[in-house]
């Protein structure tokens, strides 16, 4: 599958996170769409707002903000921003392939040193160790954490869930490395699958705590919108013996619906099995 690539051009670089499920103030995510190609992405339906699909658009129509690191450097330098700590990746990976070429993720890391604003980062590709110098620049100042997905620790499920991705063994070492370095580092277990991963949280933490991460979270996977129907596609093709189990886990955790929009329960899910995976974590 060829990938291509459209410049976009934002009004505004940061966007306000209002939700009392995140503890967040501002994302930013220099890309939009994502080609790792996470089958279970909540972030797939934003690309509808462009007028491309959900599926394999989102894997392969990327939208670029090639402006965003000099935006940032604007809008700090206006009078009317109050330093806030700003997440990376809240949409999509700030670190898939294409910036390895375009770098604007360490761009915009280096603006928010120059500036002394605070930031976090989430991702599952081994690139975010090419900018170990600015994040202990950064550390130096106590003004980043960086969290590493890690899904499960089966690379067979890897290779299908979240083709092109950085293997669990990689970001294990990227947890180790970057908590070597003394900078903060977390798991995200996420999202918890009923029947396909969620027997598979204390390994990921087992293994996570002795690479030296220092804290954990983990969220339950919710299809909202084209979401779906997509997940259930690749299910019924990637995994049919597991499909009712699946399907009726993601319902029974979500009160008979496979999606959820509910703040306080949409990311963890309720009911007898949300329970016993809360109690597991």
């Given amino acids: 599958m060829e990938t291509t690539y459209y410049e976009e051009q934002s009004r505004t670089i940061v966007n306000k996170i209002n939700s009392p499920d995140i503890p967040l103030s501002w994302s930013l995510n220099p890309y939009q769409g994502c080609e790792h190609g996470c089958i279970y992405c909540y ?28 935006m940032l450097r604007e809008l700090f330098s206006s009078k009317k921003w ?51 110098d600015i994040l202990q620049e950064l550390n130096a100042k106590k003004l980043v954490s960086v969290y590493i997905s890690v899904t499960s620790m089966d690379e067979t499920l890897r290779r299908k869930l979240e083709p092109r991705t950085s293997t669990y063994s990689q ?21 918890i699958i009923p029947g396909l991963n969620d027997t598979h949280m204390y390994e990921v933490l087992r293994q ?9 979270g983990y969220t339950i996977v919710r299809l909202n919108g084209a979401i779906g129907g997509i997940f259930k596609d690749w299910l019924e093709k990637a995994y049919p013996e597991k499909l009712s189990k699946v399907w009726n886990g993601i319902q029974d955790i979500h009160g008979g619906s496979v999606a959820d929009s ?10 007898a099995f949300a329970d016993i995976i809360s109690q597991q974590f």
């Fill in 208 to 216: 996570a705590s002795h690479a030296g991460a220092k804290s954990a």
């Fill in 262 to 271: 509910r703040f306080h329960t949409r990311m963890k899910g309720e009911g």
């Fill in 171 to 191: 970001r294990i070492s990227i947890i180790e490395q970057l908590s070597k370095a003394g900078i903060h580092c977390g798991v995200m277990n996420a999202p």
């Fill in 43 to 70: 972030a797939r339906n934003s690309h509808e707002y462009w007028g491309l699909g959900a599926g394999t658009d989102f894997e392969s129509k990327i939208l670029i903000k090639r402006q965003a690191p000099q």
């Fill in 82 to 132: 109050y330093p806030s700590p700003i997440s990376l990746s809240g949409n999509t990976d700030c670190y898939q392939p294409i910036e390895r070429k375009l770098e604007l993720t360490r761009s915009i890391l280096q603006v928010c040193l120059d500036y002394g604003n605070p930031v976090g980062i989430i991702t599952k590709n081994a690139l975010v160790l090419r900018d170990l």
